[in-house]
């Protein structure tokens, strides 16, 4: 079965400028998270839907958004962007959370520039 | 709260030798514990997971953790590295949080193998 798709897979963005990014989950997941990824920081949870409902919110500025599609297509929304959102945005998908794991996408490579 | 704690941010071995990293939790109620593998500039990959039962459990690539609830640790080990285990591993704790289940990643552990 095909895995996580994250789209684009690199992005070069100016400051200022806005981002969305797109995570197609494994079919029948009804879980998606996203994490940013930076060398300074880490793993960082940004926020989880499932079945469309934002149930998490990790501890980020209201500049990132978020939303879930009726098919569960997840998409994450970065408004004014600044140079300290350069990151690798990883997308997790998983059946209900929990103890099934997650399955990671490849992530989108994210440079402000 | 639960939290995660990965002892040693860069662990270094040579090619054949044990393969050590070490994780401890705290969690207030049973947890499920998992580990994954990063390579550079990809996702994390699930390597193994404990959820309930044999406490020993086995992942791929021959990487095997042992959940010791006495210590509070979940430390994944492989008795003999080959250069294609050179990744960044990431141990990770789930338990119920307000009706549904909350992850905890740790910090990381870069893993080097010297050939």
């Known amino acids: 079965k095909a895995g996580v798709t994250q789209t684009p897979r690199y992005l070069i963005k100016t400051r200022g400028q806005q981002v969305t990014l797109s995570c197609s989950p494994i079919?029948?997941?009804?879980?998606v998270s996203w994490y940013q990824q930076t060398p300074g920081q880490g793993l960082q949870f940004l926020f989880e839907?499932?079945?469309?409902?934002?149930?998490n919110k990790g501890n980020f500025p209201g500049r990132f958004s978020g939303r879930q599609f009726s098919n569960s297509r997840s998409e994450m929304n970065v408004s004014t962007l600044e140079l300290g959102d350069s990151a690798l945005y990883l997308c997790?998908?998983?059946?209900?959370?929990?103890?099934?794991?997650?399955?990671f996408g490849s992530g989108t490579r994210l440079t402000v520039v | 709260a639960q939290s995660v704690t990965q002892l040693g941010s860069h662990v270094s071995v040579s090619e054949g030798a044990l393969v050590l990293l070490r994780c401890n939790y705290s969690?207030?109620?049973?947890?499920?514990l998992f580990w994954y593998v990063q390579y550079p500039n990809q996702g994390l990959q699930l390597l193994l997971k404990?959820?309930?039962?044999?406490?020993l459990v086995k992942g791929i690539n021959g990487f095997e953790a042992e959940f010791k609830k006495s210590e509070t640790s979940f430390h994944l080990t492989k008795p003999s590295a080959h250069m294609s285990d050179a990744a960044e591993y990431f141990c990770?704790?789930?338990?119920?949080?307000?009706?549904?289940?909350?992850?905890?990643f740790g910090t990381g552990t870069k893993l080097q193998v010297i050939p």
């Open positions: 404990y959820t309930t039962g044999a406490t």
């Open positions: 990770a704790v789930t338990m119920n949080s307000g009706g549904y289940q909350k992850v905890t």
């Open positions: 839907y499932f079945s469309e409902t934002q149930r």
């Open positions: 079919s029948g997941h009804r879980s």
């Open positions: 969690s207030s109620v049973p947890p499920y």
């Open positions: 997790a998908s998983s059946l209900t959370g929990g103890p099934t794991g997650y399955t």
